[in-house]
């Protein structure tokens, strides 16, 4: 059993659907706190100081503690959750018929181990449909997600290359997760 250390609805599915036994608690760390706007630091720092707060409150002796951040970049530029449905249309446009990345940091803390690590998934997306765009804004599911995309969702018909674990792009690269927890040293 672990203690995901997330609010996001995502991460839960995903450790259901790897069949990882978890407890979820999120957290409340102010991720506008973080001064750089450099992607993979602002990701690395959001996911410490997520950790950084959990720890402090639950300790590890029951139990490790999993925390994740994902932030998204594309043109050099760091896309975090989108803040309204202008942010969302901005950030949709601006990866529209454009290569993008999502970058996931997790770290993993138990009694005996510790894992850190920052994976990458890159896809390069056809032009998004304009009238998918506002769809899918007005459905309200491009909010909450780093980048307002959903790769298993509205990208998914404009996948032209992908590059890395999908898992990644949707918040927690499980596939390497459960490679550590299955080792035993
Ligand atoms: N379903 C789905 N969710 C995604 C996708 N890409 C990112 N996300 C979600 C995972 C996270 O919940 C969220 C990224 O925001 P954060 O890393 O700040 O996590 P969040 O604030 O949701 O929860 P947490 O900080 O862990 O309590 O976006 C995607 O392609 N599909």
Do not use: W
């Amino acid at each position: 059993m672990i203690r995901l250390g997330s609010n996001s609805p995502t991460r839960a599915l995903i450790l259901n659907n790897a069949n990882i036994n978890f407890i979820q608690n999120g957290g409340s760390f102010d991720e506008d706190s973080i001064k750089t706007t450099n992607p993979k630091s602002f990701c690395y720092e959001a996911t410490k100081g997520k950790f950084n707060e959990l720890y402090k409150k639950y300790g590890i002796e029951d139990m490790p503690l999993l925390v994740s951040d994902s932030v998204v970049t594309s043109n050099g530029l760091l896309l975090r959750k989108a803040k309204d449905e202008k942010d969302a249309r901005r950030m949709l446009e601006l990866q529209s018929g454009n290569e993008t990345s999502v970058i996931t940091c997790m770290i993993y803390k138990s009694k005996h181990k510790e894992l850190i690590d920052i994976s990458i998934t890159t896809y390069l997306f056809e032009k998004f449909d304009e009238k998918h765009i506002e769809e899918y804004i007005k459905s309200g599911e491009c909010f909450g997600k780093a980048g307002a995309i959903m790769v298993e969702g509205f990208c998914k018909p404009y996948i032209k290359s992908v590059k890395g674990y999908e898992s990644t792009a949707m918040g927690l690269c499980v596939e390497k997760l459960k490679v550590f927890m299955d080792k035993t040293c």
